[in-house]
C-alpha cells in the first residue's frame, strides 16, 4: 500500500504514494480516539445493498445528482481497496474480501466490506434515513403471499398493459 517499494504486481490504484505515509491506526469506531480517513464495514449483502442504497441518492433524484458506489471484485490483496483506493479515489466501495482477509481476518462467507472515505459519511447516514423513509428497510422483509405495496415512485399505474 505504498509502505515499502512499488513491486511489479501491485496496482497503483491500490497503494498509496511511497514514503509518504509512515503508518496506519486502525480501531473499532467506538474505541477510536483519532478521527479516521476512511470507515470500513463488514455486512452481509442486503446490509451492503441499504449502505449502497444510502450512497447512492434517493429515488427520484435526478442521475447527474447521484453518486455512485464502487464494486470491486478482484479476489485478492483487497487491503490495498479497504485503504488506499478508498482514500484516493474519495469514494464509497463494495469490496469482495480476499483471501487474506478470510485466513488472518476471519472474514466469513457471508461478509462483504463497504468503505467510505470521511467525507461521505454523513451523506451515507442521511442517505440511509432518507431511504427509510421511501420505505427501504433492513432487515428485508420477504412478502410473496400477494401483490407488494410498492413504494410510490415504483408503482405501477392500473391502466397499464
Known sequence: MGFISESPETSSEKTLEFG??????????????????IVAIYV???QAM?????????????ESARQGVSAIASGFMDCG?????????DECQVILPS????????????EMIFTMPRSKVEGVLK???????TGF??????????RPALPPFLEIPKDAA
Open 81 to 89: 481497496d479497504i485503504a488506499a483506493r478508498t482514500f484516493l479515489t
Open 50 to 62: 441499504r449502505l449502497t442504497q444510502a450512497a447512492s441518492g434517493t429515488p427520484g433524484q435526478s
Open 20 to 37: 509518504k505515509y509512515r503508518y496506519v491506526l486502525l480501531a473499532p469506531l467506538h474505541n477510536a480516539t483519532f478521527d479516521p480517513d
Open 99 to 110: 483471501g487474506g482477509d478470510r485466513i488472518f481476518g476471519g472474514t466469513q462467507d457471508h
Open 127 to 133: 442517505g440511509l434515513e432518507d431511504t427509510h423513509k
Open 137 to 146: 428497510r433492513y432487515p428485508i422483509l420477504t412478502d410473496l403471499r400477494h
Open 44 to 46: 452481509n449483502p442486503a
